[in-house]
């Protein structure tokens, strides 16, 4: 195992974000905390609770798995798509590293930035609307299986994308309609019956589901459903990466 | 007597060390079909021997950069072989790669980092321990050092070109390749790469460039490879290939032009030029009679009056346009 290697692009990696912390952690923050204020506060009060939370601290977990996935997504893709861009992917690949360890410091790295970000994020909604934590551990670990898979996932659009349109395209087009649609602002049953079956074809549901369950205890669906979409997931991107790397699609010719 | 026997051992050693020193790069029937299905590489094989300069001569597309890119791990290879120092590239490529240092052809840069960063980057992806002494030092050789903390993105070509050269070097690879490393550079920066170049010779580094600037291969190579629509088709010393190979030219100058060449001359490989000003006559200098008197003779015995004269050696381009020049 090159360490130092898998080191080195985690640190530059992580260099970057620091070099654009007003884009990287101050905006995501900001605008999430936009949500708090607006449902949270000034329409929040009007929305009756759902199942006995407050509205306002019933959409904070699906807000945090809202940047989650996006930031994810955006974070892993952009950062595998730049240097295939610039040329300087040339380096990478001619390093005595493993595509193991390649995905390791890229998906790493993106998957550390999200996970600080949801935290922030999370102690930022804090400030406005009363919040429990039931199972804290729970949390932590839907919070870092979400972030690493949803790296994952941007490192394969990254790899993919050959243009900056297609780039932004996958986030725009799939993941946020997926995460509204997925029960971030509501609980399905407030759905009508047909639309509660097919949001149920929706991954994000049982990740929203699932982390809003480490909260307040509650679920759409079993936590054991939620668990195993998100290990489903987690398995198919790996699978893909591991593809991607044996055939050299669209990075070794 | 025995002194001779010596000498002729010694040199005997040293014109014909292919039997003696190994080979650090070992390409055995490699050959590459891309995607699209264009055949760059026909079966391959070349041998690099450790310690040498080598310069892969050819024109553009002749597939020199595919060839350097399969050896370093950019581009998969269709079919045979390559080793590195020993090491299989594709199942052993750790061990391959460790040793290899690559200067890309393209001008390629992370724009927002400062040169000492990229460069320090660069040694960590190659799994070496930081090393602030070295990478100082290779940011001097290069005149690199006042620029370390300088942003990649204000950079001059050139001085990115010196970059990539540092980030190459930064892990003190046994194998460099260089590919067109002169291409559009100014005069200084060739300098200052010719000189390390030497001094990475001195200290025993292998050095494999791809050029289709001959000047270039032969003011620094010890072998010189030609590679033309995908095929190796000469690899040979660069004093012998020039000795070999080397023809010479006479040029006569004339004070009156001549319409056509007399037929007192018809026995001589002659070429009216510059307007029938000058006669040019090509010879192997390597032959017993070169037929300089002869010609001579024959010229003033002709009554055609010559202003001045002068010879020249053949270059390694006249070489080059020739060999490819019959393969087509
Ligand atoms: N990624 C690629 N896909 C398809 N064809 C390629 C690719 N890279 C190079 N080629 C083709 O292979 C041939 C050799 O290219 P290259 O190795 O770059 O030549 P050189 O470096 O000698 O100029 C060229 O005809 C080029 O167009
Ligand atoms: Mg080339």
Redesign the pocket.
């Known amino acids: 195992m090159n360490l130092t290697a898998v080191r080195a692009i985690y640190r530059f990696e992580m260099a970057r974000a620091r070099r654009t912390l007003l884009q990287s952690v101050v905006s995501p923050v900001l605008s999430t905390s936009l949500y708090f204020v607006v449902f949270g506060g000034a329409i929040g009060s009007r929305i009756s609770e759902i199942q006995g939370i407050s509205y306002g601290a019933f959409i904070v977990p699906g807000l945090i798995m809202l940047m989650l996935l996006t930031q994810s997504v955006s974070n892993a893709s952009f950062a595998i798509f730049f240097p295939k861009f610039s040329g300087t992917i040339y380096e990478l690949l001619s390093a005595p590293i493993s595509h193991f360890e390649i995905v390791l410091g890229y998906v790493g790295a993106a998957a550390t930035k999200s996970i600080i970000l949801g935290l922030l994020i999370l102690a930022t909604a804090s400030l406005f609307v009363p919040l429990q934590i039931a199972h804290p551990l729970w949390m932590l670990l839907f919070l870092v299986l979400t972030a690493m898979t949803f790296s994952l996932l941007g490192f394969i659009i990254g790899i993919w994308a050959d243009n900056f349109e297609k780039l932004q395209l996958v986030p725009l087009l799939v993941i946020t309609p997926l995460t509204f649609l997925g029960g971030t602002f509501y609980s399905i049953d407030m759905l009508p019956p047909i639309w509660q079956t097919l949001t149920l074809a929706n991954p994000v549901v049982y990740l929203v589901s699932g982390f809003r369950w480490s909260f307040f205890g509650i679920s759409d669906v079993s936590l054991v459903a939620s668990l195993g979409m998100i290990l489903l997931f987690l398995g198919l991107c790996l699978a893909i990466v591991a593809w991607i790397f044996r055939t050299g699609y669209r990075i070794r010719? | 007597m025995n002194d001779s026997l010596t000498v002729t051992q010694q040199s005997r050693a040293t014109s014909a060390p292919s039997d003696v020193a190994p080979a650090i790069v070992s390409v055995t029937n490699l050959t590459k079909t891309?995607?699209?299905g264009?055949q760059?590489l026909k079966p391959i094989d070349l041998e690099i021997r450790r310690g040498e300069i080598f310069a892969l001569l050819?024109?553009?597309?002749?597939?020199?950069?595919?060839?350097?890119?399969i050896i370093c791990g950019l581009?998969n290879p269709s079919g045979g072989t390559v080793l590195a120092d020993g090491h299989d590239i594709v199942r052993d490529y750790r061990a391959a790669r460790e040793r290899i240092g690559l200067v890309p052809?393209e001008l390629t840069s992370d724009a927002f980092e400062s040169v000492w960063n990229t460069v320090s980057f660069s040694r960590g992806l190659f799994g070496k321990p930081a090393d602030p002494a070295h990478i100082e030092r290779v940011l001097k050789d290069l005149a690199l050092w006042d620029k370390r903390n300088d942003k990649l993105i204000t950079l001059s070509g050139g001085m990115k070109r010196r970059v990539l050269i540092a980030k190459a070097l930064s892990h003190e690879p046994r194998i460099l390749f260089l590919?067109?490393p002169t291409a559009g550079v100014d005069v200084e920066l060739r300098r200052d790469m010719w000189n390390v170049v030497r001094r990475l010779r001195e200290a025993g580094v292998t050095i494999i460039l791809?050029t289709?600037y001959i000047e270039e291969a032969e003011e620094m190579a010890d072998r010189i490879g030609v590679?033309n629509k995908?095929e190796i088709i000469l690899v040979r010393e660069k004093r012998e290939l020039m000795r070999q190979l080397g023809r010479k030219q006479m040029t006569l100058q004339l004070q009156q032009p001549l319409a056509a060449i007399p037929a007192s001359l018809a026995d001589y490989p002659l070429e009216l030029a510059e307007d029938g000003l000058e006669l040019v006559y090509s010879y192997d200098s390597q032959q017993q009679q070169t037929g300089i008197t002869g010609l001579l003779n024959a010229v003033s015995a002709t009554g055609i009056e010559v202003k001045d004269l002068h010879t020249r050696q053949s270059s390694l381009e006249d070489i080059f346009v020739n060999l490819v020049k019959e393969r087509q």
């Open positions: 010719p | 891309y995607a699209s264009h760059a050819g024109p553009n597309g002749a597939g020199k950069t595919t060839l350097i890119s581009v052809q590919d067109e791809t289709h590679i995908g």
